[in-house]
């Protein structure tokens, strides 16, 4: 089992920059693949950034050069570092793991609680 709890949320203008964090707990951290999802309403779960167990990341093509995904193994936690944002970066942001690495595809086994990010022009 693993227990993921995201934080770093919020609100922000245009431009701005957010970083959100995913602290793990549970077995195996280190060796699970992990990845950042969003979701507006009224869409559909889409990936962002995923990182595998070598430290080798996945970008969406919408945040590629904005975004950054790392993972402090001795923390335990996932970062995603933000930049430049834009409104339609606006979200729930859920951060996932799991031992089979689904690179953007959200079948991750487990999932956090979600931060808002909401960005206004």
């Known amino acids: 089992q693993v227990h993921l709890v995201e934080s770093g949320g919020g609100s922000v203008q245009a431009g701005g920059s957010l970083r959100l964090s995913c602290a793990a707990s549970g077995d195996t951290y280190s060796n699970s693949y992990m990845g950042w999802f969003r979701q507006a309403p009224g869409k559909e779960r889409e990936g962002v950034a995923a990182?595998?167990?070598?430290?080798?990341?996945s970008y969406a093509d919408s945040v590629k050069g904005r975004f950054t995904i790392s993972k402090d193994n001795a923390k335990n936690t996932l970062y995603l570092q933000m930049n430049s944002l834009k409104p339609e970066d606006t979200a729930m942001y859920y951060c996932a793991a799991d031992q089979v690495y689904w690179v953007l595809v959200p079948r991750y086994n487990y999932w956090g609680q979600g931060t808002q990010v909401t960005v206004s022009s």
């Open positions: 990182i595998d167990s070598d430290g080798s990341t």
